[in-house]
């Protein structure tokens, strides 16, 4: 898949500080339970949890770290990765909340962002997002990753580095330890939407399409069973909802 897995991200060194110690072990327990990405296809209505990342998302609903945060990013061209970097270095260091916790509920347009560059030329998203939202871009940008991603947390001031506007990017936001939640309505909703297009390549049934695009979410995204049914339960689990 393209861009920075999951276990990369992993195996480099997070440029928190040391004592985000809830926030570190939360990463590596992800790491070990984001489930398979093998369907062959799925269903419209999720109702099993083997089909999405179950024991990902009840680590979420149970992080010990405080404060939580879920943000509600829907527009693919707008602040959203930005305002999560923002937020990140104003809570962890003016704040001096080592542990906090940012959450993207990643759904509408902005989904797009969560699939791998395969999905994007298979599917020729370029073309479709010029069409259905007047916007030119010719490859997912947002998974790609400028040379920062090993400074150190004590180089916070760095205009160039990861707590710069360098580091918005998925794959840096993930190493600071923000999780990208994918929502399987979207999904769903876009595949119908590239069927309808004519972007369906291997003339696959709307299940199938479902699938392959599920098969492609990018390393570390955390798959839900619909985005803001979990918003909900997040709160419940008190996570603080950003609009």
Known sequence: MAGTSSATIAAEANPEPVSAKNLRGLM??????VGRRDFREVPMILTDPSDWDD???????????QPKEIFDNTDLF??????????MNAMVYAWKQPDFLATSATHGPAAMALYDQHVWDKYNLPGFIARKLDKKIDRNTFIEEKSVAKASADDVQNETG????VGNNIPALQRRGVVFLACHNAIWELSEALMKSGHNPDKLSHGQLAADLTNHLVEGAVLTPGILATVAVMQRNGFHYVI
């Open 28 to 33: 590596s327990a992800l790491q070990a339970n």
């Open 55 to 65: 024991k990902a998302l009840k680590l979420l609903f149970a992080y010990a770290g």
């Open 78 to 87: 707008g602040p959203w990765l930005n305002l999560m970097r923002n937020t």
């Open 162 to 165: 990861p707590f710069s506007a």
